[in-house]
């Protein structure tokens, strides 16, 4: 069974700083893959980034990175100079075996503030 | 960019009424999925369709939801007999091939309410 686990309900960040959400999982795949997607409110789920669990480099899009801690099941995503756009709720999720369904974490509310 | 689009964006129905939620996945995708989101709560896989038949479901996916691609086109969940539980976000979504380097392209959604 797979389980993601997203400990911060809600996070503020000003404008034009760093914020890191934190994530953890479990999976008994050997192949998995993690993913933090964005739903603003506008609803849309919309893919941030996306890391393969046999890469040990660590994914970055732009101003979004993540730090992979594969032995501690860790995933945390990290925003930098952080935009009112930015502003969204962040969904946690995983991904593995053969249909590839998705789980979710609770979400994370950030606001960000100007 | 190609979209993910989901009709209606908003059905209000009778409970024990049946409700049809349409989606129109990316033209390439073979592999399909719905998700439900209660309000306030986290995203939860329904099912997944491939091949014109499902590849996996959930708890949730009783006997009281079904889908199909009737057309080659349009993926479409039917609740036969709503309830007010079902009052939720759905969401489809679409992915080119089933493997985790394929992303999930999700519509954007709908919002059904059961009176």
């Known amino acids: 069974a797979q389980t993601v686990t997203q400990s911060q309900p809600e996070m503020s960040v000003q404008e034009a700083e760093t914020v890191t959400l934190s994530c953890t999982y479990d999976?008994?795949?050997?192949?998995?893959?993690l993913f933090w997607y964005k739903q603003p409110p506008s609803r849309q789920m919309i893919l941030v980034i996306r890391q393969e669990a046999y890469k040990q480099q660590n994914a970055t899009e732009n101003r979004f990175s993540v730090n992979f801690q594969k032995a501690a099941k860790s995933f945390s995503l990290k925003i930098s100079d952080s935009q009112l756009g930015d502003t969204a709720m962040y969904f946690c999720a995983s991904a593995g075996g053969a249909t590839n369904k998705l789980i979710f974490g609770t979400g994370t509310l950030l606001a960000v503030q100007p | 960019e190609p979209e993910v689009t989901q009709t209606p964006s908003h059905q209000v129905t009778q409970m024990g009424q049946e409700v049809i939620l349409r989606c129109v996945p990316i033209?390439?995708?073979?592999?399909f999925y719905w998700y439900r989101q209660i309000l306030g709560q986290k995203v939860e896989f329904l099912v997944s369709?491939?091949?014109?038949?499902?590849?996996?479901k959930s708890e949730i996916f009783d006997d009281q939801f079904s889908v199909e691609r009737p057309d080659g086109s349009n993926f479409t969940l039917k609740i036969r007999s709503t309830k007010l539980e079902d009052s939720a976000m759905y969401f489809c979504a679409s992915s080119e091939l089933s493997r985790g380097n394929q992303p999930q392209h999700f519509g954007d959604g709908t919002r059904l309410s059961i009176l």
């Open positions: 369709f491939y091949n014109n038949e499902i590849s996996e």
């Open positions: 999976t008994s795949e050997n192949n998995y893959y």
């Open positions: 033209s390439n995708h073979l592999y």
